[in-house]
């Protein structure tokens, strides 16, 4: 990241680096160009540039009289003697430093050869096309031919379709929504830390939807690792041609009796299954008039317009006016109220039994998204619907059976994702047996789809597996979000209220929240993506920040210290600035109550017994539960075979630095190591 703050201040005497976009060049500085792989792509640029195409011809010849002698075998030999190192047997040039930096030395010197005799290359064509259309000027035939011989461009009378294209991503650019994609690769023995396209540029991750960090559980890692090592990587097909395993069909009955419902059908990803799931329904109900929220997520409109059903939008959370347009319609019509329990980038919760109230009312389907609440609501995971009624399911255990007059029990449709809280890939919908069957039927998204691979799905039914029996995830997260947002409101940040948690930053600029992600990165190794139109309104453009029961209290202060530094550096707008201004996104609203209630209680949090895991310190280790892991590993005793414990925790599935923990909401100081076992120790299944 330091390398990149150095380029903008060549920005004003360099053209390239000053109309290119700081994103843009932090992508080209950490991406290996795909012709020259030793070279980033900016580099490969830069061979091309008067000025800097020279620098790197010299340096180039600098890098052969410094390295690139000591490339063959006698002058490594010789080194080494003269140095005094001791060479063991069976020793490859790739362990000597020395070897090793000459090699790289090598390839550099090759690749700023070949792209500078690429650059000569080119600029010798140029010239000929030009001396080409010089002789095709002055009258000769031959040169004439060869001048008409130029790139084709579009027919008169046809559509130009590549201008089409740059005028499209124009309007992107210049509204400031354009989308940058940064390399970010999450470590899973470093969680929340990732590395960017450059392997030693380490930064922290803030935004990631892997809410509870289980995308690198070790009990989720061991038992993939098992999988995947009897049943292979893929499928091997859709589900009604080779791709119906005994996997899939244990995470489906894993999810319905996680959220208590007689069935339920996975696909590929939750935006799928809504899409597949309310196209089906638009289509197949007739008369079907949808009634959506006005802050639904992409997948469900989109699935609702894939439908020839009439769509009616209320106002968000406005059961008043959702009340108002129901009454319009006869209750013999097909009606489906689609909502969600928690709205990502604002944070706020659906009120799940006033919808069920006013469908029953008015005779209509409700269709709930606990998209972003599965995994962190309630005592089992299972989302706000269940934690609604948390004493109850809580008392219920692990029976798949309904609690009758439950709001859970109420929803008729049920989506979630396995991709998030879960940490893994996929989606799913739960419901009555006839309804998951007519979807399974008649549903596009489901039937012509490659199923997932048979370790991904084994993954996620452990990670399921593993909530269900472990509470003390979601209470530390819950905790540190608490922590993080108080810590944020003493500093005047202003953060979009909510009960959830999601902790929304508000920018209210889109090019000042692009310019905030940009800077947190490249000078704080902190990324967080910035949230602009059509994802939010016009105006009200923020920085999503999800906190992780896996994020230090030292990592949470560097995270609010650099937040404030970049407000008062960019001069965004404070919570203060808001209520002058009016407020807006829920931010300085006169009249409105700064305070908003978690939808977790101090009890539920374990804060009245003591029983809340304490949050994570530098080179403190996390853990997980001895008890949850046993229930996971169990689901898969058939088919994998039981455990062979032999080895510690800090092994397994190659991962450092985790401890299980006895009991379920036990305090820190009641953890001890136990055995687990790395996958290719697994005992195998019987045939």
């Known amino acids: 990241m330091d390398k990149l703050s150095s380029f903008t201040r060549f920005k004003a005497s360099c053209p390239f680096l000053g109309r290119t976009n700081t994103s843009t060049l932090r992508s080209l500085s950490t991406s290996n160009s795909a012709r020259f792989p030793s070279l980033s792509g900016l580099t490969e640029r830069a061979t091309k540039c008067p000025v800097m195409g020279p620098a790197l011809t010299a340096r180039s010849k600098e890098l052969v009289a410094g390295y690139a002698s000591f490339a063959g075998r006698t002058e490594v030999d010789k080194i080494h003697?003269?140095?005094?190192?001791?060479?063991?047997?069976?020793?490859?040039?790739?362990?000597?430093?020395?070897?090793?930096?000459a090699r790289a030395a090598a390839q550099m010197v090759e690749d700023l050869t070949a792209a500078a005799k690429l650059?000569?290359?080119?600029?010798?064509?140029?010239?000929?096309?030009?001396?080409?259309?010089?002789?095709?000027?002055?009258?000769?035939?031959?040169?004439?031919?060869?001048?008409a011989a130029k790139?084709?461009?579009?027919?008169?009378?046809?559509?130009?379709?590549?201008t089409f294209y740059v005028k499209e991503l124009d309007k992107k650019h210049k509204d400031a929504s354009y989308r940058y994609f940064n390399n970010i690769n999450r470590l899973a023995a470093k969680f929340p830390v990732a590395h960017t396209g450059e392997v030693k540029?380490?930064?922290?991750?803030?935004?990631?939807?892997?809410?509870?960090?289980?995308?690198?559980?070790?009990?989720?890692?061991?038992?993939?690792?098992?999988?995947?090592?009897?049943?292979?990587?893929?499928?091997?097909?859709?589900?009604?041609?080779?791709?119906?395993?005994?996997?899939?069909?244990?995470?489906?009955?894993?999810?319905?009796?996680?959220?208590r419902k007689p069935a339920a059908l996975v696909f590929s990803s939750c935006y799928v299954a809504n899409d597949a799931t309310l196209s089906t329904l638009g289509t197949k109900l007739p008369g079907c008039i949808f009634f959506s929220d006005s802050m639904n997520h992409a997948s469900m409109i989109q699935g609702m317009r894939h439908s020839p059903a009439k769509r009616v939008i209320f106002k968000h959370n406005d059961m008043e006016d959702l009340e108002n347009k129901?009454?319009?319609?006869?209750?013999?019509?097909?009606?489906?109220?689609?909502?969600?329990?928690?709205?990502?980038?604002?944070?706020?919760?659906?009120p799940i039994k006033e919808i069920c109230d006013l469908a029953d009312k008015y005779g209509a389907l409700?269709?709930?998204?606990?998209?972003?609440?599965?995994?962190?609501?309630?005592?089992?995971?299972?989302?706000?619907?269940?934690?609604?009624?948390?004493?109850?399911?809580?008392?219920?255990?692990?029976?798949?059976?309904?609690?009758?007059?439950?709001?859970?029990?109420?929803?008729?449709?049920?989506?979630?994702?396995?991709?998030?809280?879960?940490?893994?890939?996929?989606?799913?919908?739960?419901?009555?047996?006839?309804?998951?069957?007519?979807i399974r039927s008649y549903a596009p998204g489901f039937i012509f789809t490659t199923s997932l691979p048979p370790a991904v799905v084994a993954g996620a039914r452990a990670s399921v597996a593993y909530q269900k029996a472990y509470v003390g995830d979601r209470q530390l997260k819950q905790v540190n979000v608490r922590e993080v947002k108080r810590r944020f409101a003493e500093l005047d940040i202003p953060v979009v209220p909510g009960p959830s948690h999601i902790v929304p930053v508000l920018v209210g600029d889109a090019a000042l929240a692009k310019a905030a992600s940009d800077k947190l990165l490249s000078e704080h190794n902190i990324?967080?993506?910035?949230?602009?139109?059509?994802?939010?309104?016009?105006?009200?453009?923020?920085?999503?920040?999800?906190?992780?029961?896996?994020?230090?209290?030292?990592?949470?202060?560097?995270?609010?210290?650099?937040?404030?530094?970049?407000?008062?550096?960019?001069?965004?707008?404070?919570?203060?600035?808001?209520?002058?201004?009016?407020?807006?996104?829920?931010?300085?609203?006169?009249?409105?109550?700064?305070?908003?209630?978690?939808?977790?209680?101090?009890?539920?949090?374990?804060?009245?017994?003591?029983?809340?895991?304490?949050?994570?310190?530098?080179?403190?280790?996390?853990?997980?539960?001895?008890?949850?892991?046993?229930v996971a590993r169990a689901r898969f005793n058939e088919l994998l075979g039981p455990v062979e414990e032999h080895q510690t925790v800090r092994k397994a599935a190659g991962l450092t630095g985790l401890k299980?923990?006895?009991?379920?909401?036990?305090?820190?100081?009641?953890?001890?190591?136990?055995?687990?076992?790395?996958?290719?120790h697994a005992v195998a299944a019987s045939a």
């Open 201 to 259: 540029d380490e930064v922290e991750v803030w935004c990631a939807n892997d809410y509870l960090g289980m995308g690198n559980n070790p009990i989720v890692l061991e038992t993939m690792h098992r999988t995947l090592d009897k049943y292979g990587h893929g499928a091997g097909g859709t589900r009604n041609i080779a791709g119906n395993g005994a996997m899939h069909l244990g995470l489906e009955q894993e999810v319905a009796a996680l959220h």
């Open 366 to 438: 409700t269709f709930l998204d606990e998209v972003h609440a599965v995994g962190l609501y309630g005592p089992r995971g299972a989302g706000v619907a269940e934690h609604l009624d948390y004493d109850a399911h809580k008392a219920a255990g692990e029976s798949p059976d309904p609690i009758p007059g439950s709001i859970m029990d109420r929803v008729d449709i049920i989506t979630g994702t396995l991709g998030k809280a879960y940490g893994a890939v996929g989606g799913y919908i739960a419901g009555s047996d006839d309804f998951v069957d007519m």
């Open 81 to 101: 003697k003269e140095q005094g190192v001791s060479v063991p047997a069976g020793a490859t040039i790739e362990m000597c430093p020395h070897a090793t930096a």
């Open 119 to 147: 650059k000569a290359k080119q600029d010798a064509a140029k010239k000929a096309k030009s001396d080409i259309s010089a002789a095709a000027a002055a009258g000769c035939p031959f040169h004439q031919q060869a001048a």
């Open 527 to 630: 990324y967080v993506q910035s949230i602009n139109y059509p994802t939010v309104a016009v105006g009200e453009e923020r920085l999503r920040i999800t906190v992780t029961p896996r994020h230090t209290l030292e990592q949470m202060a560097k995270l609010v210290h650099a937040v404030d530094k970049i407000f008062t550096e960019l001069k965004i707008n404070r919570t203060q600035d808001w209520k002058t201004l009016g407020g807006r996104a829920g931010v300085g609203i006169a009249g409105a109550s700064e305070k908003v209630d978690p939808m977790w209680t101090e009890e539920q949090l374990g804060l009245l017994d003591g029983t809340t895991p304490k949050t994570l310190r530098t080179g403190e280790r996390a853990f997980v539960d001895q008890t949850a892991a046993s």
């Open 326 to 350: 129901l009454k319009q319609y006869p209750k013999e019509t097909p009606k489906v109220i689609a909502f969600e329990s928690v709205y990502s980038m604002c944070g706020s919760i659906g």
């Open 151 to 162: 790139p084709k461009v579009t027919a008169p009378g046809t559509f130009d379709y590549e």
């Open 660 to 680: 299980l923990q006895t009991g379920i909401g036990a305090a820190r100081s009641a953890t001890e190591e136990v055995p687990i076992p790395c996958a290719p």
